[in-house]
């Protein structure tokens, strides 16, 4: 079954996001990921809670799939990064 990953991000900091961005993509893809949208660039159209400034839908073809990424340990330290210099949150959603 597909799982996607969905994120929705607040930076409070720049530092992280050049490593990330160059070494994260790459691995999702290793892992059979792949990204559906990345973008600044939305309309929310309910609100109940703070905008994020960059919402993420990354689409992997099983729940393994997207665990594995999540617990790989070349992500360790980027996921640290982005945890000590964002507000995120991060779902993990079986498409049925």
Known sequence: MTYY???ACSPTTADWI???METIPPLIARHG??????TG???RIEETTASPALVV???WPDKE?????YNDPSYEPHKRARQSGSATEMYLIAGT
Not at 33 to 38: A, E, K, T
Not at 65 to 69: I, K, Q, V
């Open 5 to 7: 990953t969905h994120i």
């Open 41 to 43: 660039d939305y309309d």
């Open 33 to 38: 990921g792949r990204y559906l949208y990345s």
């Open 57 to 59: 839908l990354i689409e």
């Open 65 to 69: 799939s997207a665990e594995n990424f």
């Open 18 to 20: 050049p490593g990330y």
